[in-house]
């Protein structure tokens, strides 16, 4: 029996105001976008890519801020903007036939504003755990980071024990070594302040106005997505609101599903 050889990679740092943002580029095909969420990054998608890569060109990036991407000088925090950057991600990475997004938790945020911008580029969209509702209501954690004090205050005192002990709380099954990575890669001060920024410009009333183009995005575009049952973040009645063709749940998972089960992840775009 022979094994699976590794998919061929490459990095593509590409420039968005003057910063260096990372991309890495895996397998041949039709064009697959992966945003990870907070605090996490593109090596979150590390399983999911490498059972995709024989049929996708999968780009896996890392957010403005987060691990090796920089932060544009002109980038703002809000809702529309997060969908310009990601389009001004597939211009820069020369993207001309429409893709598949394949999301989690902020990287919908991000993901959803962009697919609602600009319908004609999305051909598909994948994913598990984020929001694009108003009618979401922010759990405990993202509550007190939108606090002003109360929120710096909260990422000055967060150690690393209280970190994998709340992740653990999200994901029983995620490993000590992503959880390493993780906070290793979340414990930067400079990462701390985009994660207080993120949360604070995303007050759920400030996703009323892209209601009637989720409506007309979701006439158009067939949303799949897969739910942790355990995710204590977004509650699996939120992914209802977001009109997806498909939602499954899963037992024994929780909110890190690329992570938990990646597996589950690339059911979404099995072709059978």
Same mark, same amino acid.
């Given at each position: ?156 005192? =967060? ?32 990462? &701390?302040?985009?994660?207080? &920024? ?38 699996? &009645? ?7 063709? =498909? ?9 890190? =599903? ?15």
């Amino acid at each position: 029996m022979y094994e699976k050889s590794k998919p061929k990679e490459t990095i593509v740092n590409i420039e968005i105001g003057n910063a260096d943002i990372y991309v890495r580029k895996t397998g041949v095909g039709e064009p697959l976008l992966l945003i990870h969420g907070v605090p996490d990054s593109a090596d979150m998608w590390d399983e999911v890519v490498a059972d995709l890569s024989e049929r996708y060109t999968c780009y896996a990036i890392d957010l403005p801020g987060f691990h090796r991407s920089g932060m544009p000088d002109d980038f703002q925090f809000d809702l529309e903007s997060y969908g310009k950057f990601i389009n001004q991600v597939v211009c820069k990475l020369n993207i001309v036939e429409p893709l598949t997004l394949m999301l989690h938790d902020w990287g919908g945020i991000f993901g959803m504003s962009f697919a609602c911008q600009y319908p004609e580029k999305i051909k598909h969209i994948a994913g598990a755990s984020f929001i694009f509702s108003h009618l979401y209501r922010w759990h405990a954690w993202a509550r007190i980071w939108q606090t002003p004090i109360l929120g710096e205050l909260a990422m000055l005192t =967060t150690t690393k024990a209280v970190f994998v002990w709340e992740v653990k709380r999200g994901s029983p099954r995620i490993s000590q070594q992503h959880l390493d990575q993780t906070f290793d890669r979340y414990n930067r001060w400079s990462t &701390k302040i985009i994660v207080l &920024k993120l949360y604070r410009s995303a007050k759920p009333s400030k996703l009323i106005p892209f209601q009637k183009k989720l409506e007309a995005l979701v006439n158009r575009v067939h949303i799949d997505l897969v739910w942790g049952k355990n995710d204590p973040y977004v509650d699996s &009645k939120y992914a209802k609101l977001i009109s997806p063709r =498909t939602i499954k749940l899963l037992e024994n998972c929780g909110h890190w =599903t690329p992570v938990e089960a990646p597996q589950e992840m690339v059911g979404l775009l099995d072709p059978s």
